[in-house]
């Protein structure tokens, strides 16, 4: 039957035995699961399958819906698209949606099934969703008809969204809403935190005991930093490496992947966007979906199937934003020294397909707050682990296992309990807009880019999402000068206002730069191949 409806549906002649077993687990409802499997090991289609084959049946003894849970925005379109092509095969009776800030598609959480953002989903459970307007319950409502799927669960590993993360598994298990936890990279002190105060059964657990692509990735080490003293230090040997490699570039922060793509590009001699193209947070909605398919064009990937390439050169230089989601292949990984689970998901973007074997650089770290956005104890574990397992191959996934539980990521207790409460009491008394509750502890803003001469003359492609620290600092900068703000007139129309927000003070906070707010960005501090310039991207990914 498993093999029929794989073979069938979605394509696949001989699912792995990982995937059986969690067909297996979600037929007979014993949850909440917990799958660490490897980076392309089909945990998607493990948990899609036996949901799908509901509808084959016409019996829907699992849930009638399924809600699939990211934790990014940049991640929840491309898993809809794949998801949506599974369903489609099933039935085109299916609905698949997405919703998340940019694309609100499904506020009420009552299509068939449902991918979005971490941050939708605990608004719409906290009932704090201005976009369902008095249909407050409605969301609720139907998550709790639902089974949720928190897939790239590592991710919420931060103190403050990993408490958030807590709470929320307890409300969801004493509910008894079923969910599932998938990861390829979360630490056992994370996963034994996570489910603390809750009876977990471990016979739930499923981890692929033999998982095998015969794909292997040779480690080195640089002795010196791939960015230090305010300059890029690339030697000739590794650019006569990038010249015959298609080549994936991983740092830490923005602004030293804007260096790094500057001194490439111009030493290489390479076309922009055509041969090197540049990946990260801080670019406009249009821009950072063309730069994400650049990407997808010039790495390896795969298309129906087989493996696809460009001729010629191919660089893509990336931050954390690549981690997870992206299905590419590099032949070359360079990569800053990051945390073990980190490393792990970048190392998952190389020789990433059957039979292949690709190279890994890592270089140190040099240089003052060069480890953020991370923690020093984290990268200090992590680089010891490396230097007394030089053979390691992170390919291999019970290495992987044994190379990542060394971090020691864990809940704060008393935040758990802020969360949970914070959560109660948002429940009991709505908000139509999320200021009472947080799910990050970063907070979001939001930036247009604006010529002064045309204005903003694309409101739904400008937008950039940020911290509100990186608002902050580009204030004290000088180079954001205006709020946009919406008004509600005495006859309820909305009237746009632009307010000028002054010059900043020497002051550590001020009341005219704060989350949820818009903020105009003049354009000559935007760049649509580097995005968001200024000395400010040490803060954000």
Known sequence: MIEEFYRGYLGISDPYSHQKEMWNKIIERNFPLIVKAPTGSGKTEGVIAPFLYQFVENKFSIAPRLIYVLPMRVLVNSIAK??????????????????????????????????????QFIYAYARTSKQVGRHLDIPVGAIASSIVVFDEAHMYRDEFTFSMMRALVEILYNAKIPFIMMTATMPETLEESLFENIDFDKKNKIIPKEFNLANKINISFEKGALYKNDEVSISEEILDKIRERKTLIVVNQVK??????????????????????????????????EHEDEAMRILPHKEKGKIMSSEGIGVVVSTQVLEAGMDVSAELLLTEISPADSLVQRAGRCARYENQTGEMIIFPLEGERAEKPYFKDHLDTTSKWLDNHLESNLRNFSEVLEFINVLDYRADDYAAKDSLVDLYECILYADTTPRNIQVRESKPATLLVMDRLLGITDWKSNPINVDVRVVWRLFKE???????????????????????????????????????????????????LKGVVGEINDVVI
Do not use: C, M
């Open 256 to 289: 030293r992947a804007q260096k790094i793509y500057d001194e490439i590009k111009n030493r290489l001699g390479l076309k922009e966007r055509a041969e090197i193209v540049l990946l990260h947070s801080q670019f406009t909605r249009k821009d950072r979906k």
């Open 478 to 528: 000088g180079k954001i000068r205006r709020e946009i703000r919406w008004n509600i007139t005495a006859s309820k129309e909305k009237k746009l206002e632009i307010r000028d927000l002054g010059k900043p003070t020497e002051d550590e906070e001020d009341p005219r730069i704060g989350p949820f707010r818009t903020y105009i960005l003049d354009k000559n501090y935007y760049d649509s």
């Open 82 to 119: 794949r998801i949506g092509e599974y369903a489609q095969k099933v039935s085109n009776e299916i609905s698949v949606e997405i919703q998340h800030g940019e694309l609100p598609n499904d506020p009420f959480f009552i299509d068939d099934i449902v991918v979005t953002t971490l941050d």
